[in-house]
T-cell receptor, first 119, second 109 residues
Framework: GAVVSQHPSWVICKSGTSVKIECRSL??????MFWYRQFPKQSLMLMAT?????????EQGVEKDKFLINHASLTLSTLTVTSAHPEDSSFYIC???????????????FGPGTRLLVL | GQNIDQPTEMTATEGAIVQINCTYQ??????LFWYQQHAGEAPTFLSY??LDGLEEKGRFSSFLSRSKGYSYLLLKELQMKDSASYLC??????????WGAGTKLIIKP
């Protein structure tokens, strides 16, 4: 099956620093990648949709200057949390979509997630 | 907000059957998904329904009624490893997944 990796899986950083999270589709080309954030005991919150070669589309309330997304190739998207603060501490999950939805199989393949703790 | 609702938490006994319901309201619909998410992990796909009826896949089955805006996930022969959160999500007219808050399923011996 399709595999999506995320790196790093864990990151602890000081307040004010920037953190970059990578999302890679390992065995397929992803035309669209999604970035989610999940706080404890809450559901996934879509932050942005990223299409290869174009600017990301951010959800309402998500600061695009704070959460920089780059989708430079069909297999790699990065999320950079700039000037991170303790309230940015969360579980960040990326997912990649193959082809055009909808379909009878899973439409999104999720990465394992990155847990960010900002001190 | 987006109109999708599922119970917050359910408890069931090992070996038993449990049904997790999900209701939604949307004008554009392109299918209903169920995902399983263990604590601290990313969601994993369980099922996809786009037509009315029951889809069976081993111990797990998923049902959809589009006219009622209703779906359920049925888990049979429950095992301790089934303890997890179960997320339902519908795909809207923009092919975007709209997620429920998840149902935490607790399995007791």
């Amino acid at each position: 099956g399709a595999v999506v990796s995320q790196h790093p899986s864990w990151v602890i950083c000081k307040s004010g620093t920037s953190v970059k999270i990578e999302c890679r589709s390992l065995d397929f080309q992803a035309t669209t990648m999604f970035w989610y954030r999940q706080f404890p005991k809450q559901s996934l919150m879509l932050m942005a949709t990223s299409n290869e070669g174009s600017k990301a589309t951010y959800e309402q309330g998500v600061e695009k200057d704070k959460f920089l997304i780059n989708h430079a190739s069909l297999t790699l998207s990065t999320l950079t949390v700039t000037s991170a603060h303790p309230e940015d501490s969360s579980f960040y999950i990326c997912s990649a979509r193959v082809g055009l939805p909808p379909g009878p199989q899973e439409t999104q393949y999720f990465g394992p997630g990155t847990r960010l703790l900002v001190l | 907000g987006q109109n999708i609702d599922q119970p917050t938490e359910m408890t069931a006994t090992e070996g038993a059957i449990v049904q997790i319901n999900c209701t939604y309201q949307t004008s554009g619909f392109n299918g209903l998904f169920w995902y399983q998410q263990h604590a601290g992990e990313a969601p994993t796909f369980l099922s996809y329904n786009v037509l009315d009826g029951l889809e069976e896949k081993g111990r797990f089955s998923s049902f959809l009624s589009r006219s009622k805006g209703y779906s359920y996930l049925l888990l049979k022969e429950l095992q301790m490893k089934d303890s997890a959160s179960y997320l339902c999500a519908y795909m809207d007219s923009n092919y975007q997944l709209i997620w429920g808050a998840g149902t935490k399923l607790i399995i007791k011996p």
